[in-house]
């Protein structure tokens, strides 16, 4: 079973700065890892896929990098619409979430 | 584009059954280029994944759950469904059907989700 990791739980910044999320993986998923992001009382979205690709209509301020084990989401220049919780995905081996990353105002 | 709703009861009783359902829209769900699955979120944890299903028949689910969980299709009514017997406070969650394409095993359809606690 893979287990993942996200770090920190909680990130505090302010709008218009960068925000950088990590996620790690208990072993080498190659690139099979997404990102969501969750916002109250709405569908989760997807954000990237295959650790760097965006996904259709998401906006080039929100990047994904790494492979192997560790993995990055970086959000620049924040928005107000950017402050949420964000989860990573390995689909290497069946599905495993990470217990997300609540991004918020500071 | 596919088009996700969860429905059913808010409030299940500790030892019965929670049955939910998943309409699907914007495509046929005999569409056989697509999983079919159920993840949840407890209060205050992460995203965990429960089980899916193929219009193949095929089900797979997540081991920890396996023995309490039946996913099902209904193609008369584009739906699928979970239930999950014998259930405690601890399958107090809000609950997502969520889909993706056979070949690609991230989730790029979600539903908004549905809160199902467990309560005498």
């Known amino acids: 079973e893979i287990v993942m990791t996200q770090s920190p739980a909680t990130l505090s910044v302010s709008p218009g700065e960068r925000a950088t999320l990590s996620c790690r993986a208990s072993q080498s998923v190659s690139t099979n890892l997404a990102w969501y992001q969750l916002r109250p009382g709405q569908a989760p979205r997807l954000l990237i896929y295959g650790a760097y690709t965006r996904a259709t209509g998401i906006p080039a301020r929100f990047n994904g990098s790494g492979s192997g084990t560790e993995f990055t989401l970086t959000i620049s220049s924040l928005q107000s619409e950017d402050f949420a919780v964000y989860y990573c995905q390995q689909y290497n081996s069946w599905y495993a979430f990470g217990q997300g990353t609540k991004l918020e105002i500071k | 584009q596919v088009q996700l709703q969860e429905s059913g009861p808010g409030l299940v009783k500790p030892s019965q059954t929670l049955s939910l359902t998943c309409s699907v829209s914007?495509?046929?769900?005999?569409?056989?280029?697509?999983?079919w699955s159920w993840i949840r979120q407890p209060a205050g944890k992460g995203l965990e994944w429960i089980g899916r299903?193929?219009?193949?028949?095929?089900?797979n689910y997540n081991p920890s759950l396996k023995s309490r969980l039946i996913i099902s299709v209904d193609t008369s009514k584009n739906q699928f469904s979970l239930k999950l017997t014998s259930v405690t406070a601890a399958d107090t969650a809000v609950y997502y059907c969520a889909s993706h394409p056979l070949l690609q095993y991230y989730f790029d359809s979600w539903g908004q989700g549905t809160l199902v606690t467990v309560s005498s």
């Open positions: 299903l193929s219009t193949s028949g095929s089900t």
């Open positions: 914007g495509t046929s769900i005999n569409n056989d280029n697509y999983y």
